[in-house]
């Protein structure tokens, strides 16, 4: 049986499905090809430099706004009165107090870009537990398929065999009906384990960005905390999406002094030089003091709506921490349930193997039917199936533990890759650089790109 089901595997992994790879594909390789193919990280990397690009945009409240003003006008009355004139001004304003909001406003930009970074990790743990999912299932449906395969095969040799007895009269025509239709049973299963194994690689290129090559045997194991209290305490710590509420709720902290502050004074000074076409200079420098007194109640409108998004951000917090402590209970629960779906498959397996051995001596023997063996059979490619399920969930669990801990990335899992930097961008911009460094924008851009 075993030597069976190792050449159909063999003969499984040698078809067309491999995508004609000439070495093996290991899990490592799948979460490479999924972190550099992705699309969701790429969009996400885009929105990141967006919120980048916020911090530029607070930080130019600071600076002064200058303007050239080139104007011309002509004046037609009919009178002798009626002419053209022109007149060339530039002018500059500065914002020298505002209650502090611009500087908020700063602050507040910086907690989002935090926040987003916090969430292109999140994301990123999704691809990697998708790549992994996808390629655990592929390695069952190609074990299916060969253990399938082994079974027709099987069945096909019990056929003979009820035909070889039923010639010589050991047994009726119904022993070698049944061992007919257990035969038309198994091609059907393995026709269904082929259609699953074609859809196995096409949600493998969707989680990784193309198809899979050969798939290798067992990966290596992940190593975990000793307890689900370590590693709940792990998830506490690092999990991304408690980061990232973190920072939302410092945002919106922030967001309320800026609505205080916009109820304060502000100050501004300005400069405007100016010259007609007669070379009449008309230039003015001024001071200006501005406190609001009332706009219908619009202020206090956004301060109380700021409050309460306030609320609202810390509530989301607590909630986000109760979901990762129940995301870590229950990936510790699914990795405990499937090693010991494993322990109990290996068990049955050896069980069912005695079982079927005997019963195929005994029918030989006269005192078992060709249903007995047939069903003995099906016991021991059950409990096959069954393990090949168990070893792909106790896989999928081990790195969803990992996943809710936070810990589900490239850098943790040390797969040798180069990954996205975020501070690259944002180190470029976050002093709002003027035009003449775009060049320089374009090559970190470049650079960004070739690690992704």
């Known amino acids: 049986m075993g030597r069976i089901l190792r050449n159909a595997m063999a003969g499984v992994l040698a078809m067309g499905l491999s995508g004609g790879a000439a070495q093996s594909e290991t899990l490592t390789d799948t979460l490479i090809s999924a972190y550099q193919n992705s699309n969701l990280l790429e969009q996400n990397r885009a929105l990141l430099r967006a919120a980048d690009e916020d911090v530029a945009q607070a930080v130019s409240t600071l600076r002064p706004v200058i303007n050239f003003v080139a104007r011309g006008t002509h004046l037609e009355n009919g009178t002798a009165a009626s002419g053209s004139s022109a007149s060339l001004s530039l002018s500059a304003s500065l914002s020298l107090y505002e209650g502090g909001a611009n500087k908020l406003g700063i602050e507040a930009a910086k907690e989002a870009v935090l926040a987003t970074r916090s969430q292109l990790v999140s994301l990123e743990q999704d691809v990697l537990l998708s790549a992994v999912r996808a390629h655990m299932q592929m390695r069952s449906a190609i074990e299916n398929v060969a253990l399938s395969q082994s079974n027709v095969r099987l069945i096909q040799q019990e056929l003979r065999a009820a035909q070889d007895r039923f010639e010589v009269g050991e047994v009726t025509r119904t022993d070698v009906s049944i061992a007919e239709a257990a035969l038309a049973a198994s091609r059907s299963g ?102 609001p007194i009332y706009q219908g109640g619009r202020l206090i409108s956004l301060e109380r709506q ?61 005192s078992r039917t060709t249903l007995d063996v047939l069903d003995a059979e099906q016991d021991l490619l059950d409990a096959r199936a069954s393990r090949i399920e168990a070893e792909a969930n106790q896989y999928i669990a081990i790195y969803s533990v990992l996943a809710s801990m936070g810990l589900l990335t490239v850098d943790h899992l040390k797969l040798g890759i180069p990954t996205y930097d975020p501070e690259a961008y944002y180190n470029t911009v976050k002093s709002a650089p003027l035009s003449p460094r775009g060049a320089h924008l374009d090559r970190v851009l470049e650079r960004l790109g070739k690690s992704q």
């Open 306 to 366: 700021a409050v309460n998004n306030r609320e609202a951000s810390r509530s989301q917090l607590h909630q986000t921490v109760r979901l990762i402590d129940q995301s870590v209970a229950n990936s510790w629960a699914n990795l405990a349930v499937a090693r010991a779906q494993i322990a109990a498959s290996d068990e049955q397996i050896r069980a069912a193997r005695l079982a079927f051995e005997g019963t195929k001596e005994e029918a030989k023997l006269g």
């Open 190 to 291: 393995l026709v269904a384990a082929q259609g699953n194994l074609a859809t196995a690689r096409e949600a493998f290129k969707l989680a990784v960005g193309r198809y899979p090559g050969t798939i290798a045997g067992a990966p290596r194991v992940p190593k975990l905390p000793a307890t689900q209290k370590a590693a709940r305490d792990i998830a506490l710590r690092t999990h991304p999406d408690i980061i990232a509420s973190q920072h939302s709720v410092t945002l919106a902290e922030l967001n309320v002094a800026r609505t205080k502050a916009a109820r304060r004074p502000s100050i501004s000074a300005g400069v405007d030089l100016s010259v007609d076409d007669h070379g009449n200079d008309a230039s003015t420098l001024s001071l200006q003091l501005t406190q």
